[in-house]
C-alpha cells in the first residue's frame, strides 16, 4: 500500500485484523524502528535510506511491514519501484506464492541491495575530497559537512536496522527455518555495510581535522606575511613621523636641504636610512627561515 490514506488503513484493520496501534503507527512517518509480534502475525517497521537528487542529501523512509502465514502486507509512503516488480514477479514465481517469509525476504534483500549504490557514491565523494583537502587554493569544507551529515544520517538508519534484523532472523528460524540462511545471508551484508560506514566516519573526521589543519596554516603564513611587511616598515614609518612634525630637524624644510650630493640629498639619504634597516631585517629573517 502506497501513499494510503486514513480509509486505506482502515480497510485494512478491517480485512486483516490489524490493531489500532499498529495502524497509527503505519500512518507515523517518525515512528521507530522495531519489530513485535502480535499473535498470528509479525509487525516490522523499518527505515531505509535514499539520497535526494535535489541537495543530494540522504534521507531514510519508513516501510511497515506485516507478516502472516499467508499473507505479507507492506506499507509505505513513497514510491518503491523494486516492491511493484517484486510483487508483480510473485505471479510467475511458485516459492514467492506459497512462503510470504520469502516474499518478504526478496524485498528485503532488494532494499539492502540498494543501499552499496549509495554508499559507493559516498566513497567516491570521499576520492574526490581527498584530493581537494590538502591544495590550499581549495575550499572543502561545504563537501566535508555535506558527507559528514550523509554517514551520520546513513549510520543512524543502518544501526537500528541491524537490531531489527537480527530480530526477524530470529523468528524466521522459528517460522520458516529453511530461509534462515537467506535471512543470515542478508544479515551478513548489513554488517558490512555498517563497518564501511564506520570507515567513511573515521575518514570523513580525518579530513576534517586535516582542513583545519591546512586552513590553519594558511593563515598562519598569511598573518606571518602581514608581520613582516609591518615589521620592515617601521623605520621609514618612524623617519617619515619625525619630519612629519613640526620641529626642526637636520635637513628639514626649516633648516634647509642637504645639498652636497646635488638637489635630491635629503631624499636619497632618507630612503636609503629607510630601506638599509629594511634590508638588513629582511636578510636576518631569511636566515632564521623566517622567509
Excluded at 10 to 26: A, I, M, T, V, Y
Excluded at 148 to 168: D, E
Excluded at 182 to 202: C, G, P, Q, T
Amino acid at each position: 500500500v502506497e501513499a494510503p490514506t486514513k480509509k486505506d488503513i482502515q480497510l485494512l484493520g478491517e480485512r486483516f485484523g490489524f490493531s489500532q496501534l499498529e495502524l497509527e503507527d503505519c500512518m507515523s512517518k517518525k515512528q521507530l524502528q522495531k519489530i513485535e509480534h502480535h499473535g498470528d502475525h509479525l509487525f516490522v517497521i523499518v527505515h531505509f535510506p535514499w539520497i535526494s537528487v535535489e541537495n543530494h542529501l540522504v534521507s531514510s523512509t519508513q516501510i511497515s511491514i506485516f507478516l502472516g502465514d499467508t499473507y505479507l502486507v507492506t506499507v509505505h509512503q513513497r514510491a518503491l519501484g523494486m516492491a511493484d516488480e517484486i510483487f508483480t514477479s510473485v505471479k510467475d514465481d511458485a516459492d514467492s506464492k506459497a512462503n510470504p517469509g520469502f516474499l518478504l525476504y526478496r524485498l528485503l534483500d532488494r532494499l539492502v541491495d540498494d543501499i552499496f549504490p549509495l554508499m559507493e557514491g559516498i566513497l567516491k565523494e570521499l576520492d574526490d575530497v581527498e584530493e581537494q583537502v590538502f591544495d590550499e587554493k581549495l575550499e572543502v569544507v561545504r563537501e566535508l559537512t555535506t558527507l559528514r551529515r550523509n554517514v551520520a544520517s546513513l549510520r543512524r538508519t543502518i544501526s537500528p536496522l541491524r537490531r531489527i534484523m537480527a530480530g526477524l532472523y530470529d523468528e524466521i528460524q522459528i517460522r520458516t527455518p529453511e530461509l534462515a540462511a537467506n535471512f543470515r545471508d542478508m544479515n551478513d551484508h548489513i554488517e558490512k555495510a555498517y563497518a564501511v560506514l564506520d570507515e567513511a566516519r573515521e575518514t570523513v573526521e580525518i579530513f576534517k581535522d586535516a582542513d583545519f589543519t591546512v586552513s590553519t596554516e594558511r593563515s598562519n603564513k598569511i598573518l606571518a606575511i602581514l608581520t613582516i611587511m609591518f615589521t620592515l616598515s617601521i623605520p621609514g614609518t618612524m623617519i617619515g613621523t619625525f619630519y612629519g612634525m613640526n620641529i626642526l630637524l637636520p635637513g628639514g624644510i626649516e633648516t634647509g636641504s642637504w645639498t652636497f650630493l646635488g638637489p635630491y640629498t635629503t631624499f636619497a639619504l632618507l630612503m636609503t636610512a629607510s630601506l638599509l634597516p629594511a634590508l638588513v631585517m629582511l636578510w636576518y629573517f631569511h636566515r632564521l627561515g623566517w622567509v
